[in-house]
Protein backbone atom coordinates (compact mmCIF):
# COMPACT_ATOMS: atom_id res chain seq x y z
CA UNK A 1 0.00 0.00 0.00
CA UNK A 2 0.99 3.67 -0.48
CA UNK A 3 1.68 4.93 2.72
CA UNK A 4 5.14 4.77 5.22
CA UNK A 5 5.90 6.20 8.34
CA UNK A 6 5.96 9.69 9.48
CA UNK A 7 3.40 10.51 6.07
CA UNK A 8 0.48 12.59 7.66
CA UNK A 9 -2.88 11.29 7.56
CA UNK A 10 -6.61 12.92 8.32
CA UNK A 11 -9.04 10.36 9.65
CA UNK A 12 -12.35 10.28 7.43
CA UNK A 13 -14.78 8.47 9.54
CA UNK A 14 -15.21 7.41 12.85
CA UNK A 15 -14.80 8.89 16.81
CA UNK A 16 -11.90 10.64 15.22
CA UNK A 17 -13.22 11.83 11.61
CA UNK A 18 -11.19 15.33 10.51
CA UNK A 19 -8.23 14.26 13.08
CA UNK A 20 -4.64 15.01 11.26
CA UNK A 21 -1.71 13.31 12.82
CA UNK A 22 1.73 11.15 11.85
CA UNK A 23 2.11 7.63 10.99
CA UNK A 24 3.98 6.03 13.60
CA UNK A 25 3.62 2.34 12.34
CA UNK A 26 2.95 0.47 9.59
CA UNK A 27 1.39 -3.14 9.36
CA UNK A 28 1.09 -4.33 5.50
CA UNK A 29 -0.17 -7.59 5.87
CA UNK A 30 -3.09 -6.23 7.80
CA UNK A 31 -3.50 -2.75 6.24
CA UNK A 32 -3.64 -1.02 9.14
CA UNK A 33 -1.48 1.68 10.73
CA UNK A 34 -0.98 3.48 14.12
CA UNK A 35 -1.21 7.10 14.00
CA UNK A 36 -0.28 9.65 16.56
CA UNK A 37 -2.49 10.81 19.35
CA UNK A 38 -5.64 9.36 17.55
CA UNK A 39 -8.25 6.49 18.29
CA UNK A 40 -6.83 5.85 21.76
CA UNK A 41 -7.39 2.51 23.47
CA UNK A 42 -7.74 2.17 27.09
CA UNK A 43 -5.18 -0.75 28.04
CA UNK A 44 -5.27 -2.36 32.00
CA UNK A 45 -1.25 -2.52 33.62
CA UNK A 46 -0.95 -5.81 35.70
CA UNK A 47 1.17 -5.76 38.55
CA UNK A 48 4.42 -6.21 38.31
CA UNK A 49 7.81 -5.77 39.91
CA UNK A 50 8.18 -2.20 38.34
CA UNK A 51 4.88 -1.46 38.58
CA UNK A 52 3.62 -3.27 41.78
CA UNK A 53 0.21 -0.84 41.92
CA UNK A 54 -0.83 -1.57 38.39
CA UNK A 55 -2.83 0.77 36.57
CA UNK A 56 -4.65 1.79 33.49
CA UNK A 57 -2.89 3.84 30.32
CA UNK A 58 -4.18 4.80 27.33
CA UNK A 59 -2.41 4.15 24.31
CA UNK A 60 -2.78 4.79 20.23
CA UNK A 61 -5.18 1.99 18.46
CA UNK A 62 -4.80 0.69 15.34
CA UNK A 63 -6.62 1.98 12.22
CA UNK A 64 -7.83 0.38 9.38
CA UNK A 65 -6.25 2.16 5.60
CA UNK A 66 -9.77 2.56 4.78
CA UNK A 67 -10.51 5.12 7.67
CA UNK A 68 -7.81 7.44 6.58
CA UNK A 69 -6.59 9.39 3.59
CA UNK A 70 -3.04 10.52 3.75
CA UNK A 71 -2.67 14.23 3.04
CA UNK A 72 -0.59 15.61 -0.21
CA UNK A 73 1.95 17.38 1.55
CA UNK A 74 2.50 20.61 -1.84
CA UNK A 75 -1.82 20.84 -1.41
CA UNK A 76 -2.73 19.88 2.14
CA UNK A 77 -5.42 17.90 0.98
CA UNK A 78 -6.51 14.21 1.54
CA UNK A 79 -5.29 12.15 -1.22
CA UNK A 80 -6.08 8.45 -2.03
CA UNK A 81 -4.89 5.39 -0.90
CA UNK A 82 -4.29 2.87 -2.99
CA UNK A 83 -3.17 -1.12 -1.87
CA UNK A 84 -1.83 -3.81 -4.26
CA UNK A 85 -5.51 -5.68 -4.64
CA UNK A 86 -7.16 -2.37 -6.15
CA UNK A 87 -3.65 -1.68 -7.81
CA UNK A 88 -4.30 -5.33 -9.68
CA UNK A 89 -7.76 -4.91 -10.16
CA UNK A 90 -7.05 -1.47 -12.07
CA UNK A 91 -4.32 -3.51 -14.08
CA UNK A 92 -6.59 -6.42 -15.07
CA UNK A 93 -9.51 -3.98 -15.91
CA UNK A 94 -9.15 -0.94 -16.07
CA UNK A 95 -8.51 -0.31 -19.76
CA UNK A 96 -11.42 -2.70 -20.59
CA UNK A 97 -13.76 -0.26 -18.22
CA UNK A 98 -17.60 -1.48 -18.09
CA UNK A 99 -17.02 -4.26 -20.46
CA UNK A 100 -14.82 -6.35 -18.24
CA UNK A 101 -17.74 -5.93 -15.30
CA UNK A 102 -20.22 -7.60 -16.88
CA UNK A 103 -18.26 -10.73 -19.11
CA UNK A 104 -18.77 -12.81 -16.20
CA UNK A 105 -22.20 -12.97 -16.55
CA UNK A 106 -23.32 -16.24 -16.38
CA UNK A 107 -24.95 -17.06 -19.96
CA UNK A 108 -28.52 -18.47 -18.24
CA UNK A 109 -28.68 -15.07 -16.49
CA UNK A 110 -28.50 -13.08 -19.76
CA UNK A 111 -31.22 -15.46 -21.08
CA UNK A 112 -32.74 -14.52 -18.07
CA UNK A 113 -32.60 -11.09 -18.78
CA UNK A 114 -32.70 -10.62 -22.49
CA UNK A 115 -35.41 -13.82 -23.76
CA UNK A 116 -37.31 -15.17 -20.44
CA UNK A 117 -38.38 -11.96 -18.68
CA UNK A 118 -39.84 -10.19 -21.28
CA UNK A 119 -41.37 -13.58 -22.76
CA UNK A 120 -43.18 -13.69 -18.92
CA UNK A 121 -44.11 -10.05 -18.99
CA UNK A 122 -45.91 -10.39 -22.31
CA UNK A 123 -48.06 -14.27 -21.18
CA UNK A 124 -49.10 -13.14 -17.98
CA UNK A 125 -49.53 -9.23 -18.31
CA UNK A 126 -47.16 -7.97 -15.16
CA UNK A 127 -47.65 -4.35 -14.72
CA UNK A 128 -44.61 -3.67 -12.21
CA UNK A 129 -41.06 -5.38 -13.62
CA UNK A 130 -40.75 -6.62 -9.84
CA UNK A 131 -43.61 -9.06 -10.48
CA UNK A 132 -41.32 -11.06 -13.08
CA UNK A 133 -40.88 -14.27 -11.05
CA UNK A 134 -37.21 -15.39 -10.87
CA UNK A 135 -35.01 -17.89 -9.39
CA UNK A 136 -33.73 -16.89 -5.84
CA UNK A 137 -31.51 -20.12 -4.65
CA UNK A 138 -30.62 -23.52 -5.41
CA UNK A 139 -30.37 -26.14 -2.76
CA UNK A 140 -28.74 -29.70 -3.27
CA UNK A 141 -28.28 -31.93 -0.52
CA UNK A 142 -27.03 -35.57 -0.08
CA UNK A 143 -28.18 -38.18 2.43
CA UNK A 144 -25.23 -40.41 3.17
CA UNK A 145 -26.24 -43.28 5.86
CA UNK A 146 -22.60 -44.88 4.88
CA UNK A 147 -20.73 -42.17 6.13
CA UNK A 148 -20.90 -42.59 9.68
CA UNK A 149 -18.89 -46.67 8.97
CA UNK A 150 -16.76 -44.61 6.63
CA UNK A 151 -15.08 -41.38 6.62
CA UNK A 152 -13.63 -41.64 3.49
CA UNK A 153 -16.17 -41.99 1.74
CA UNK A 154 -18.32 -38.96 3.26
CA UNK A 155 -14.73 -36.85 2.59
CA UNK A 156 -15.44 -37.98 -1.14
CA UNK A 157 -18.52 -36.62 -1.49
CA UNK A 158 -17.98 -33.39 -0.25
CA UNK A 159 -14.99 -33.07 -3.14
CA UNK A 160 -17.86 -34.44 -5.89
CA UNK A 161 -20.55 -32.08 -4.13
CA UNK A 162 -17.84 -29.25 -4.35
CA UNK A 163 -16.96 -30.31 -7.82
CA UNK A 164 -20.31 -30.50 -9.46
CA UNK A 165 -21.40 -26.98 -7.56
CA UNK A 166 -18.21 -24.91 -7.66
CA UNK A 167 -18.96 -24.38 -3.31
CA UNK A 168 -17.92 -26.00 -0.80
CA UNK A 169 -20.50 -28.12 0.86
CA UNK A 170 -21.64 -27.90 4.87
CA UNK A 171 -21.72 -31.43 6.34
CA UNK A 172 -25.22 -32.25 8.00
CA UNK A 173 -25.58 -33.91 11.24
CA UNK A 174 -27.73 -35.66 13.35
CA UNK A 175 -30.02 -33.81 15.96
CA UNK A 176 -31.10 -36.36 17.46
CA UNK A 177 -30.28 -40.04 18.32
CA UNK A 178 -32.36 -42.89 16.84
CA UNK A 179 -31.90 -46.39 17.65
CA UNK A 180 -33.61 -47.85 14.49
CA UNK A 181 -31.65 -46.25 12.46
CA UNK A 182 -28.28 -46.91 14.00
CA UNK A 183 -28.22 -43.23 14.42
CA UNK A 184 -26.67 -41.09 17.23
CA UNK A 185 -26.66 -37.46 17.85
CA UNK A 186 -24.09 -35.73 16.09
CA UNK A 187 -23.33 -38.26 13.49
CA UNK A 188 -22.89 -36.96 10.14
CA UNK A 189 -25.60 -37.69 7.83
CA UNK A 190 -24.97 -35.85 4.66
CA UNK A 191 -23.76 -32.68 3.16
CA UNK A 192 -25.97 -29.67 1.55
CA UNK A 193 -25.06 -26.69 -0.48
CA UNK A 194 -26.67 -23.37 -0.86
CA UNK A 195 -26.62 -21.61 -3.93
CA UNK A 196 -27.17 -18.09 -4.88
CA UNK A 197 -26.08 -15.33 -7.72
CA UNK A 198 -23.61 -16.42 -10.18
CA UNK A 199 -23.01 -19.47 -8.90
CA UNK A 200 -26.79 -20.57 -9.09
CA UNK A 201 -27.20 -20.17 -12.62
CA UNK A 202 -23.76 -21.79 -13.67
CA UNK A 203 -24.92 -24.50 -11.89
CA UNK A 204 -28.46 -24.50 -13.55
CA UNK A 205 -26.65 -24.03 -17.08
CA UNK A 206 -24.70 -27.17 -16.44
CA UNK A 207 -27.39 -28.97 -15.02
CA UNK A 208 -29.85 -28.30 -17.92
CA UNK A 209 -27.55 -28.20 -21.10
CA UNK A 210 -25.31 -31.15 -19.80
CA UNK A 211 -25.88 -33.20 -17.30
CA UNK A 212 -29.37 -34.01 -17.51
CA UNK A 213 -28.47 -35.25 -21.32
CA UNK A 214 -26.34 -37.22 -19.97
CA UNK A 215 -29.17 -39.45 -18.17
CA UNK A 216 -29.94 -43.07 -19.07
CA UNK A 217 -33.45 -43.18 -21.06
CA UNK A 218 -33.85 -39.87 -19.96
CA UNK A 219 -37.60 -37.90 -21.54
CA UNK A 220 -37.99 -34.99 -18.84
CA UNK A 221 -38.91 -34.52 -15.40
CA UNK A 222 -42.34 -34.79 -14.18
CA UNK A 223 -44.54 -30.90 -13.91
CA UNK A 224 -45.86 -32.86 -10.57
CA UNK A 225 -43.22 -31.94 -8.23
CA UNK A 226 -44.12 -27.71 -7.49
CA UNK A 227 -45.65 -26.57 -4.24
CA UNK A 228 -48.29 -23.83 -4.15
CA UNK A 229 -45.42 -21.23 -4.55
CA UNK A 230 -43.85 -22.08 -7.39
CA UNK A 231 -40.73 -24.15 -6.12
CA UNK A 232 -39.26 -27.19 -7.81
CA UNK A 233 -37.67 -29.86 -6.11
CA UNK A 234 -36.01 -33.09 -8.29
CA UNK A 235 -33.96 -36.03 -7.71
CA UNK A 236 -30.41 -37.16 -9.82
CA UNK A 237 -29.96 -40.99 -8.88
CA UNK A 238 -26.26 -40.37 -9.87
CA UNK A 239 -23.35 -37.92 -9.50
CA UNK A 240 -21.68 -39.25 -12.34
CA UNK A 241 -24.36 -37.57 -15.18
CA UNK A 242 -21.72 -34.43 -14.15
CA UNK A 243 -18.47 -34.19 -16.38
CA UNK A 244 -16.90 -32.73 -13.37
CA UNK A 245 -16.74 -36.36 -11.81
CA UNK A 246 -14.09 -38.39 -12.76
CA UNK A 247 -16.02 -41.93 -12.80
CA UNK A 248 -12.72 -43.82 -12.08
CA UNK A 249 -12.21 -41.96 -8.66
CA UNK A 250 -16.51 -42.82 -7.55
CA UNK A 251 -16.34 -44.67 -4.75
CA UNK A 252 -19.80 -45.03 -4.25
CA UNK A 253 -23.37 -44.37 -6.33
CA UNK A 254 -25.33 -41.59 -4.52
CA UNK A 255 -28.28 -39.62 -5.63
CA UNK A 256 -28.95 -35.64 -4.60
CA UNK A 257 -32.05 -33.63 -4.28
CA UNK A 258 -32.64 -30.54 -6.20
CA UNK A 259 -34.59 -27.78 -5.13
CA UNK A 260 -34.88 -24.60 -7.26
CA UNK A 261 -37.07 -22.13 -5.14
CA UNK A 262 -38.28 -19.29 -7.45
CA UNK A 263 -40.35 -15.92 -6.48
CA UNK A 264 -43.15 -17.13 -8.14
CA UNK A 265 -46.86 -17.07 -6.55
CA UNK A 266 -48.11 -19.88 -8.24
CA UNK A 267 -47.28 -22.99 -10.05
CA UNK A 268 -48.19 -21.80 -13.71
CA UNK A 269 -45.43 -19.00 -12.95
CA UNK A 270 -43.03 -21.28 -11.96
CA UNK A 271 -43.12 -24.02 -14.16
CA UNK A 272 -43.08 -21.55 -17.08
CA UNK A 273 -40.04 -20.05 -15.82
CA UNK A 274 -38.39 -23.26 -15.79
CA UNK A 275 -39.71 -24.05 -19.04
CA UNK A 276 -37.78 -20.66 -20.13
CA UNK A 277 -34.87 -21.14 -18.53
CA UNK A 278 -34.19 -24.98 -20.59
CA UNK A 279 -35.29 -27.64 -17.73
CA UNK A 280 -37.20 -30.16 -19.73
CA UNK A 281 -40.54 -31.44 -18.14
CA UNK A 282 -42.04 -34.85 -19.52
CA UNK A 283 -44.14 -34.02 -22.39
CA UNK A 284 -48.23 -35.88 -22.32
CA UNK A 285 -48.47 -38.23 -24.79
CA UNK A 286 -51.42 -38.55 -26.45
CA UNK A 287 -54.28 -41.00 -25.32
CA UNK A 288 -55.25 -43.59 -28.33
CA UNK A 289 -58.70 -43.78 -29.59
CA UNK A 290 -60.29 -46.89 -28.14
CA UNK A 291 -60.79 -49.89 -30.35
CA UNK A 292 -64.42 -50.49 -31.07
CA UNK A 293 -64.85 -53.46 -30.56
CA UNK A 294 -65.93 -55.99 -33.42
CA UNK A 295 -69.65 -57.50 -33.08
Not at 68 to 77: E, W
Not at 206 to 230: C, E
Not at 262 to 283: D, Q, Y
Amino acid sequence: MKIKKNDQVVVISGKDKGKKGRVMRVFPGENRVLVEKINYVTVYLRKSQKNPQGGVTKVEGQLHISNIQVVDPRTGKPTRIETAFCKKIRGDFGSLGMKAATSNVPRLLELYRNEVAPQLIETFKYKNVMQVPKVTKVSVNVGLKEAKDDAKILEQIVIEIGMITGQKPVITKAKKSIANFKSREGYPVGVKVTLRGKRMYEFLDRLFNIAMPRIRDFRGFSDQSFDDRGNYSLGIQEQSIFPEVEFDKIKLMKGMDVTIVTSAVNREEGKRLLELLGLPFRKKQALAPERQLSE
